[in-house]
């Protein structure tokens, strides 16, 4: 029988997963099936539940069940537990482990397919919330230095640098001189895309966690005319983690080259 796997969220309806997994089960030819599973806000669990009770061999997780999914799993691993968040999970025996994908598939998107240097840049994440929990360790790892968070409320700012042992601002406040910022608030595709002074963004590689197909997020159309040197949404960063919850689910690391461009070109 296929295997069954799905993206859960509300709304899922725009989700670009089952496209993104389709497209990796061809490459590698797997033989699956990934589908779109809406439940409502408070329904997680019962929704997931009936999904792996009816055969669902995996999820990935997206807004707004991140940190439900968190909680309702069996086990994480280590990416999960240190960012208190779960996108991807997997069936391991009679129990279910939660992982998160997220911080290789943003640290991969910046590094491989990007060529952005990590190692010895000054990062800025903007926003304080679960997708700005998922990123700062990763970062560190992968060699960020100065890491600062940067949000609205800033008393939130200061207690998730507490938790990760980096620095906190309030966003009004931030300077210039970063190599990469990071816009990590749920500020998305609405408004001017303006969160931060100018001299914060330029002279910076400035990466937005949202996407949009045409690539120009509010963020990223911003900080491209206050003279950022490179912008990038955050196309690639979701077809990294689909590569990577792929892996964990099949055993089989899926080729990403080329998805983007083409999932681009069909909006
Ligand atoms: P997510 O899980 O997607 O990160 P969240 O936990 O609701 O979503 O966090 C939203 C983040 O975006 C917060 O950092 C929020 O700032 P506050 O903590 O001050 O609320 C930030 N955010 C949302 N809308 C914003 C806006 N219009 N301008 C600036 N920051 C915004």
Same mark, same amino acid.
């Given at each position: 029988?296929?295997?069954?796997?799905?993206?859960?969220?509300?709304?899922?309806?725009?989700?670009?997963?089952?496209?993104?997994?389709?497209?990796?089960?061809?490459?590698?030819?797997?033989?699956?099936?990934?589908?779109?599973?809406?439940?409502?806000?408070?329904?997680?669990?019962?929704?997931?539940?009936?999904?792996?009770?009816?055969?669902?061999?995996?999820?990935?997780?997206?807004?707004?069940?991140?940190?439900?999914?968190?909680?309702?799993?069996?086990?994480?691993?280590?990416?999960?537990?240190?960012?208190?968040?779960?996108?991807?999970?997997?069936?391991?025996?009679?129990?279910?482990?939660?992982?998160?994908?997220?911080?290789?598939?943003?640290?991969?998107?910046?590094?491989?397919?990007?060529?952005?240097?990590?190692?010895? #840049?000054?990062? @800025?994440?903007?926003?304080?919330?679960?997708?700005?929990? !998922?990123? +700062? %360790?990763?970062?560190? &790892?992968?060699? *960020?230095?100065?890491?600062?968070?940067?949000?609205?409320?800033?008393?939130?700012?200061?207690?998730?640098?507490?938790?990760?042992?980096?620095?906190?601002?309030?966003?009004?406040?931030?300077?210039?001189?970063?190599?990469?910022?990071?816009?990590?608030?749920?500020?998305?595709?609405?408004?001017?895309?303006?969160?931060?002074?100018?001299?914060?963004?330029?002279?910076?590689?400035?990466?937005?966690?949202?996407?949009?197909?045409?690539?120009?997020?509010?963020?990223?159309?911003?900080?491209?005319?206050?003279?950022?040197?490179?912008?990038?949404?955050?196309?690639?960063?979701?077809?990294?983690?689909?590569? #990577?919850?792929? @892996?964990?689910?099949?055993?089989?690391?899926?080729?990403? !080259?080329? +998805? %983007?461009?083409?999932? &681009?070109?069909? *909006?």
């Amino acid at each position: 029988m296929t295997d069954r796997y799905a993206v859960i969220g509300n709304p899922v309806d725009h989700s670009l997963s089952p496209r993104i997994h389709a497209a990796f089960a061809a490459r590698a030819r797997e033989d699956i099936e990934y589908g779109r599973l809406e439940a409502p806000t408070d329904g997680f669990a019962g929704a997931a539940h009936r999904f792996f009770a009816e055969g669902g061999q995996g999820l990935n997780v997206t807004l707004p069940f991140k940190l439900d999914a968190w909680q309702w799993v069996d086990s994480h691993d280590d990416a999960a537990a240190a960012s208190g968040a779960v996108n991807t999970i997997v069936v391991d025996g009679n129990a279910k482990r939660g992982c998160n994908t997220d911080g290789i598939g943003l640290i991969r998107d910046l590094l491989d397919n990007l060529g952005w240097h990590l190692d010895g #840049a000054r990062t @800025l994440v903007l926003g304080a919330g679960g997708a700005a929990q !998922g990123v +700062i %360790e990763p970062l560190k &790892r992968g060699g *960020a230095v100065d890491v600062t968070i940067a949000n609205r409320t800033q008393s939130k700012a200061e207690a998730l640098a507490a938790r990760f042992d980096v620095a906190s601002a309030g966003l009004g406040e931030v300077g210039g001189g970063w190599d990469v910022i990071l816009n990590a608030t749920a500020a998305g595709l609405a408004g001017t895309g303006g969160l931060v002074a100018p001299e914060v963004v330029a002279d910076g590689r400035c990466y937005d966690l949202f996407y949009a197909l045409d690539g120009a997020t509010p963020f990223c159309r911003w900080a491209a005319d206050q003279g950022a040197k490179e912008v990038s949404d955050g196309l690639g960063m979701l077809i990294e983690q689909a590569a #990577a919850a792929f @892996l964990l689910w099949r055993g089989v690391r899926p080729d990403t !080259g080329g +998805i %983007e461009k083409a999932l &681009r070109s069909s *909006a």
